[in-house]
């Protein structure tokens, strides 16, 4: 069995620093079929999601998928992304985080109890993080591979 990969600790650290220090966790993913995420919110095949504790629920930030329940537009939704779809964890607040290569998955890996999404196609007009002032926030990361 080869070595696990540090990506998902290091989501899980960044996660509870941002909520130590007060700030709001995002999460950009790159989405593709293994991708379960509201279609409507997909830009340019990537969405940016609050992985807050006041933003979701049930929230479980696992070794391999990152899984929960959000509202989208007054709407409850099942989230499920796998590890290797994260491409940065950021605070929205200051853009301090960290990106990830994009890793591609493998299907066979996926649990049984995870349902698998369609593809899903960017839609224009869609929602992109915001500071108060609803100018997008740059994140400042450190890839790591």
């Known amino acids: 069995m ?3 990969s540090t990506k ?3 989501i899980r650290a960044l996660h509870e ?4 220090n007060g700030y709001t966790p995002y999460v950009t993913v790159h989405v593709d079929a ?3 995420v509201p279609p ?3 830009r340019d095949g990537q969405i940016t999601l609050n ?4 933003a979701t629920h049930s929230l479980v930030l696992g070794n391999e998928f990152i899984e929960f329940q959000a ?3 007054g709407i409850t939704e099942n989230v499920s992304v796998p590890i290797g779809a994260v491409s940065a964890i950021y605070a929205r607040e200051t853009g301090t985080g960290m990106g990830f290569e994009v890793q591609p998955y493998e299907p066979g890996e996926r649990p049984a109890s995870v349902p698998v ?3 899903v196609a960017s839609a224009p007009g869609a929602a992109s993080p915001t500071d108060g002032d609803d100018t997008p926030k740059r994140p400042r990361l450190t890839i790591v591979k």
């Open 2 to 4: 080869g070595e696990t």
């Open 8 to 10: 998902p600790y290091m």
């Open 17 to 20: 620093w941002c909520t130590d």
């Open 34 to 36: 293994h991708t379960l």
């Open 40 to 42: 409507a919110h997909v």
């Open 51 to 54: 992985v807050g504790t006041l």
């Open 71 to 73: 509202r989208f537009g």
């Open 117 to 119: 999404a369609e593809p």
